[in-house]
């Protein structure tokens, strides 16, 4: 009878500590929690959680590298819009000297101006050397031009592909861009493939096709300014379409940026250690933990104290 009682009180004290480790292990763990301020800290504090949020970090490191892509296109886009403001302001210099070359001045003062407006074409020509990171942006590689004629839009000028109209109207309803896959620029400005924005820029040769630049006559300068106007047609044209994806990539890093913090918001849901809670966790374990151990103390004096009495009598 003596070995059944001194049996269960052992298998008591196991118990015992097995509760206690219970206890001490969750203090552990909230602690980890605690200092590292995560609620999954390992795969398995929470399987699923943990391959989910592992996705979404994923996640955000390609929204991060998308917003710095856009950023970077944003700024390409500056360089190449910077150069073709300044080449319009060169085109509008020129049409300024081709009028007042056909005002009422003599020869003498044409020849003057001629001189003058030559000097600024090879300015605006030495704008096609305009580059980004190595690239040449104007050198034809990102994007061809295409002028389709229609009634419903005039546009006065001399030349149309190399052939001299000798002022007669030209009628541009729209300029486009050559549809070829390679024949543009692209950005990647997303996280997934696809998600890109494509950008033309035109050639420089294409840009000053049939430009006619001569004020030494009032019938030259006439033509000079019609010249003038058809190359203006085409930097407006080209400005529009930086603008345009000026805009998209704005909107672009806006939705990227928010996506980020909506991410990160979900994210912070999942991982994220309720630092209140964990604390009061580790408050209960603890004290559980001391509570056990006064149990255990207490039952090992009472098993002490069987053991006395089954000692024999001296």
């Known amino acids: 009878m003596a070995i059944t009682i001194h049996g269960e009180m052992a298998r008591g004290a196991d118990g015992l500590t097995t509760i206690m480790n219970r206890h001490q292990t969750e203090m552990s763990k909230s602690i980890e929690k605690i200092s590292t301020g995560l609620k999954i800290n390992h795969a398995g504090d929470d399987s699923a959680g943990n391959a989910i949020s592992e996705k979404m ?38 049409h300024v000297k081709a009028t007042e070359a056909l005002g009422t001045i003599d020869d003498d003062s044409r020849q003057i101006l001629d001189s003058a407006i030559k000097n600024l074409r090879d300015e605006i020509l030495s704008e096609g050397g305009v ?21 419903t839009t005039t546009y006065l000028g001399n030349y149309d592909n190399d052939t001299a109209l000798d002022g007669k109207e030209l009628h541009f ?4 861009w050559s549809s070829e896959e ?49 190359v203006t047609t085409r930097l407006l044209y080209q400005i529009s379409e930086i603008g345009s994806l000026q805009e998209r990539l704005e909107f672009t890093s806006s939705n990227l940026q928010m996506v980020n913090e909506n ?26 933990m001391q509570a ?7 039952a090992n004096t009472t098993l002490a104290s069987f053991v006395n009495l089954l000692q024999p009598v001296e």
């Open 57 to 94: 970090r994923t996640q955000l490191r390609a929204l991060d590298q998308s917003d710095d892509n856009t950023q970077s296109a944003g700024a390409l886009l500056g360089v190449a819009d910077a150069a073709v403001m300044s080449m319009l302001d060169v085109v509008t210099e020129m």
């Open 131 to 151: 580059s980004f990171n190595g690239r040449r942006l104007f050198d034809g590689n990102w994007g061809r031009l295409k002028e389709t004629i229609d009634a």
């Open 173 to 176: 309803a729209n300029m486009t």
């Open 182 to 230: 390679d024949d543009s620029m692209y950005f990647q400005v997303g996280p997934e493939p696809g998600d890109g924005i494509k950008a033309h820029f035109m050639n420089m040769d294409e840009l000053f096709d049939g430009l006619f630049v001569d004020l030494t006559s009032k019938e030259n300068a006439e033509k000079t300014a019609k010249s003038l106007d058809k």
């Open 263 to 288: 991410t990160q918001s979900a994210l912070s849901v999942i991982q994220d250690a309720d630092i209140a809670k964990e604390m009061t966790n580790f408050v209960k374990n603890n004290v559980l």
């Open 292 to 298: 056990t151990q006064a149990m255990m103390a207490q």
